[in-house]
């Protein structure tokens, strides 16, 4: 069941002050007019609400997750948390994290973590996930592996039937020796799902996307669904080429989607 807005924050004003909800122009408008990136930074809002002070704290990467990531700068710059430890999953995130005043750290001193937050491109109705379209699953799955709970923060545009619902990217990362090769092989792996694996490119010119890394990623896109997500994670690892691929299977612990009649939690 949703939880409507007004009883996420404790007022309509406070919701204003927060940037979450916009005054209505004149009285016979509706106050809440929220845009997709509105409905992300609720559910990063709510997802704050699980971080104590003394947590280690997975920092995620992307358009969700950097709401997650101020909130918890701005807690901390208030007094409300305090001797946070943050291990941002890239580059971008650490730069993030540094301007905002979370002091960081890595796995190698901190190989347990106490809660990651992060976004994901889909979520399929059993919590499994599919996460990387910003490039960063590598670096995500080492951190969010390693966590006690992980909380998804999604708005409802990324819930799917099955993984590769979306018809979107699911990503592989790979070396970039001989990628063509490893692409030919992705896409016979899943060829009766009319799979279709395509070389991240940016840029005008189409140079290929590099990973923090220093990797390539593999974009599968699929028209059916894939069938038995262990096998084909299995299937994936196990081509010579491959580094990581972005279903995070039976990892999340909670996930929160936010749409346009309130918040949905749903735990593992």
Request: hydrophobic fraction near 45%; charge should be negative.
């Amino acid at each position: 069941m949703a939880i409507p807005y007004p009883h996420f924050i404790a007022s309509e004003k406070a919701a204003m002050e927060a940037g979450l909800l916009l005054a209505p122009s004149s009285p016979s408008q509706p106050s809440v007019i929220l845009t997709q990136d509105d409905l992300k930074k609720i559910a990063a809002y709510k997802a704050v609400e699980y971080v104590e002070s003394g947590m280690v704290l997975g920092l995620g990467t992307g358009s969700t997750a950097k709401h997650a990531v101020a909130r918890i700068g701005e807690l901390l710059q208030q007094g409300k948390l305090k001797d946070i430890i943050g291990i941002p999953t890239s580059k971008m995130t650490h730069e993030q994290a540094l301007s905002v005043g979370i002091p960081l750290s890595d796995l190698d001193s901190h190989p347990v973590v106490d809660l990651a937050i992060d976004g994901a491109d889909e979520v399929d109705p059993y919590l499994n996930l599919v996460k990387g379209r910003g490039g960063s699953l590598l670096r995500e799955k080492m951190v969010e592996g390693a966590c006690k709970k992980f909380v998804v923060i999604v708005d409802e545009s990324k819930l799917v039937n099955f993984i590769g619902g979306s018809g979107l990217a699911m990503p592989v990362e790979v070396i970039q020796f001989c990628w063509k090769y490893t692409a030919s092989k992705l896409q016979k792996l899943f060829e009766d799902s009319g799979c279709v694996a395509k070389l991240r490119t940016f840029g005008e010119k189409e140079e290929p996307f590099v990973t923090d890394n220093g990797n390539y990623i593999i974009d599968l896109y699929f028209k059916e669904s894939f069938g038995d997500l262990k096998a084909a994670s299995d299937a994936i690892l196990n081509l010579a080429g491959v580094v990581e691929h972005g279903m995070f299977l039976d990892m999340a612990t909670t996930v929160i989607i936010a749409g346009e009649l309130g918040l949905t939690v749903k735990n593992k």
